[in-house]
């Protein structure tokens, strides 16, 4: 009954952030162009690098093909919260929120999903004239095209609880914005953006293996391309499923400390 | 007129270090956010050099020198531009931006050099380090000359950066609610991290006569590596000069259109 209602509210919360983010369609747009530009460095660089060889079983098709679900995949992950939640704390603007008979990190998500919804329109057409562009041969694997929504419904999610956690240092401190940078740039270079993880050297590679960064970006893809089989495949999973628990714990956490502290502030 | 507005400026600095000083802690975290990006951007460049040899014909250490002169030039746009030139465009949209056109200076003026984000300083220290210790691991013989030369190129490279800001921002004057300007800026410059010379020829094109990055970043790095310095180094200043000119010009045709928000 209750869990009814919850749907019922967030979906019209996303009607109405999806009719809102459609009016500033060309600045969203803006912002969407990051995650098509950063990629497309690395392709570039990769390309250069690569040659005629491979890298780690990365040969040049490979390295194109990778960028490009990137491209999809970095889109469809984004977290957000830092420039959507942390701005409604840091102000007060949180507060008639709270009084809505909905936790308020469900407007983020609606919010969240809006934003990469309203982006498709442009995105997926770049995304399509790239690859027919580029044209790289691609060799289907259909037990990681299966397991690639799972393992992408994951990442989001990591990625949405972790974005919303540091939303949520706003409540402490007024510069959450730096932890984000620094979070941003592990992501970066251990969450397979610099490179495919299987590209990464010895110490980076395990780094990454264990670190919550590839979980919410460049697992999927390894998924998605077949590069992750077997007992290493079951393995990623597992790891992805225990980010997203330890994700979530560690947003009830926050969120609890987080509102007592608010009131206590007197925004 | 020019010491008059030197004082203006240098008030405003004051005011900004002072309101720096007030938030010690801050500072602290945010030397640790520059450390920390520096790591990441410097493992970046290792994974790369980790399986080659040279990248766009550069070796790892002209690479590390190019990516001190990228985090140098970041530190010092996002401490002495971006944060005058985005408070124009918040003003515009609110409309408050009819104080600065009261004021008895130059707009131009108030619009660039009012705000400092001070704390960006470790940035800027930071990039130099990088700069400084790649290069002495090169073993470039430093002549008189070269220093000279380095340094004019990256004033080039920083007066073309304050010329497309400040035509990002004029837009500001048709689009109120053009959208974030650090946004847009950052996503070009990115490219700026790696010598132009990697990228396939329209995009070298692009982010040389379009955006052009390449003065800011590759061309002060061929000349102080002691890379074959192309030809892009004699037109460096004139690019340097008309694009300040244009923007300026720019500015002062949006300014025009300029119709404050209540009308």
């Known amino acids: 009954m209750i869990r009814s209602r919850t749907l019922a509210g967030f979906a019209s919360l996303l009607r109405a952030e999806l009719a809102d983010l459609f009016q500033y369609r060309i600045e969203m747009f803006l912002y969407g162009l990051w995650q098509v530009v950063n990629p497309i460095i690395y392709l570039v660089i990769w390309s250069t690098v690569v040659g005629s060889g491979d890298i780690a079983g990365y040969d040049r098709d490979d390295f194109v093909l990778y960028y490009l679900v990137f491209m999809a995949v970095s889109h469809l992950t984004l977290a957000i919260e830092v420039y959507t939640m942390a701005p409604s704390i840091q102000t007060g603007r949180l507060s008639p929120h709270l009084l809505r008979p909905l936790h308020p990190f469900w407007r983020a998500g609606a919010l969240n999903i809006a934003y990469k919804a309203v982006n498709l329109m442009f995105l997926v057409p770049i995304w399509v004239g790239l690859a027919l562009i580029l044209r790289p041969a691609f060799e289907p694997d259909w037990l990681g095209i299966a397991l690639f929504l799972p393992s992408m419904v994951m990442a989001a999610s990591i990625s949405f609880l972790i974005g919303s956690c540091f939303a949520m240092f706003a409540f402490w401190t007024t510069r959450s914005m730096s932890f984000w940078d620094i979070w941003m740039s592990l992501t970066l270079l251990l969450g397979g953006q610099v490179a495919p993880v299987a590209v990464l050297p010895g110490v980076l590679q395990q780094a990454a293996v264990v670190l919550p960064m590839r979980y919410t970006v460049g697992f999927p893809i390894e998924v998605a391309l077949g590069r992750v089989q077997g007992a290493e495949l079951a393995a990623g999973l597992a790891i992805q499923a225990g980010w997203t628990v330890a994700a979530a714990a560690a947003f009830v956490v926050l969120w609890r400390a987080g509102v007592k502290r608010y009131g206590a502030v007197g925004a | ?263």
């Open chain 2, 1 to 263: 007129m020019i010491g008059r507005l030197a004082r203006i400026a240098g008030a405003y600095f004051r005011s900004a270090l002072q309101e720096e000083f007030a938030y010690r802690g801050d500072l602290f975290g945010n030397v640790i956010r520059s450390v920390l990006n520096l790591g990441t951007a410097i493992g970046g460049v290792a994974v790369i050099f980790s399986h080659t040899e040279t990248l766009g014909g550069w070796t790892l250490g002209q690479t590390l020198s190019l990516l001190g002169i990228f985090v140098f030039v970041n530190g010092f746009v996002a401490m002495f531009m971006s944060p005058s030139l985005n408070r124009v465009v918040e003003e515009v949209r609110e409309g408050t931006f009819d104080c600065v056109l009261m004021k008895p200076v130059p707009a131009l003026f108030l619009a660039s050099a009012r705000r400092f984000a001070v704390w960006h300083v470790s940035d800027i220290v930071l990039g130099a380090i990088v700069l400084g210790v790649a290069l002495a691991g090169l073993d470039v013989r430093a002549s008189g000359w070269g220093v000279l030369l380095f340094v004019a190129l990256l004033a080039c490279g920083v007066a073309i950066v304050y010329a497309i800001w400040l035509a990002l921002t004029t837009l500001v004057f048709w689009f109120v609610r053009v959208a974030n300007v650090t946004m847009i800026f950052n996503l070009f410059f990115q490219t700026g991290r790696y010598p132009i010379e990697v990228y396939p020829f329209w995009l070298r094109q692009l982010l040389t006569f379009v955006f052009p990055v390449a003065f800011v970043t590759t061309v002060p790095a061929q000349a102080v590596t002691g890379r074959d310095p192309s030809w892009l180094v004699w037109i460096a200043p004139v690019i340097a000069v008309v694009a300040v000119l244009a923007a300026t010009r720019f500015w002062r045709f949006g300014l025009s259109r300029y119709t404050s928000a209540s009308s």
